[in-house]
């Protein structure tokens, strides 16, 4: 049994998120499932310049279909760096969902 064979056993017993399991296709036909899909791949979508100080800390969907994100800097001190990104921020996650997805973005320490 190769190593590969091994890991796709250990996957297999672990329990799974439909997302989860289903992220993979749903990405290459340009599906966006959920808020749960933005948090699975934030580096992705953020690139490496916002990703490596910053990662995803809540994300809670209004009743009008936009997103309220928190985004929790690694170090307090790259806050003051977040908040002249917002835009940029802003307008990626907007690009990734395919419309105005996000309706406040805040940072938490």
């Known amino acids: 049994m190769s190593n590969q064979d091994k ?7 672990r329990p799974q ?3 989860g399991a289903l992220g993979g296709l749903m990405q290459i036909f340009g599906v966006r499932a959920s808020d749960a899909d933005l948090l699975a791949r934030w ?3 953020m ?7 910053a990662k995803l800390a809540a994300i809670r969907k209004n009743r009008d279909n936009t997103f309220n994100v928190v985004i929790r800097p690694a170090v307090p001190a790259y806050t003051l760096q ?4 917002k835009d940029e921020i802003i307008k990626r996650i907007n690009k990734y ?4 997805a996000v309706g406040k973005i805040s940072f938490r320490k």
Not at 47 to 53: K, L, N, P, W, Y
């Open 7 to 13: 890991k796709i056993d250990q996957r297999l017993k």
């Open 43 to 45: 580096d992705d979508i």
């Open 47 to 53: 690139g490496t310049d916002i990703a490596s100080i």
């Open 17 to 19: 998120t439909i997302a």
């Open 82 to 85: 977040l908040s002249y990104s």
């Open 97 to 100: 969902f395919g419309y105005d």
